[in-house]
């Protein structure tokens, strides 16, 4: 018989943090792109150039969470180390912004920070590096 592998709960919760990371920066770089192109009347901070790029990095960087989360699930481990690096592109991206913007996103800043350390943590534990080595 085939023993069969179970997910650690943490990387369970890893694949579910992941695609919120996914869904919200998806959702976030259409945002920004569309508000980039209707910028008429609203006092930002940024240029609408700097924020469609802005925008554009957020659709890329959520595409790639998004294939990254079903790899995780997959059990991939190129994809455990690519999330891995993909999260401290965020923690550095959340820095960026709070030294271009400073209070104007400051929760959005500590949410995204404290998402991307959990999801390093729980991609760190033993019982996820013993999966991943499985698979």
Not at 23 to 46: E, I, K, N, R
Not at 90 to 114: H, K, P
């Amino acid at each position: 018989m085939t023993e069969t592998k179970r997910r650690p709960a943490g990387v369970t919760f890893v694949v579910i943090l992941t695609w919120v990371a996914a869904v919200t920066d998806l959702v976030t770089g259409g945002a920004f792109v569309w508000l980039s192109l209707h910028m008429s009347g609203v006092d930002l901070a940024l240029t609408d150039t700097e924020l469609r790029g802005y925008g554009f990095a957020l659709l890329a960087a959520g595409l790639l969470a998004a294939a990254f989360a079903l790899g995780v699930a997959a059990g991939s481990q190129l994809s455990r180390v690519l999330v891995m690096l993909l999260m401290v592109g965020r923690i550095a991206g959340a820095v960026y912004a709070t030294s271009v913007l400073g209070e104007l996103v400051r929760w959005q800043v500590v949410g995204q920070i404290l998402g991307s350390v959990l999801i390093i943590v729980a991609l760190s534990t033993p019982s996820a590096f013993a999966y991943f080595r499985r698979s």
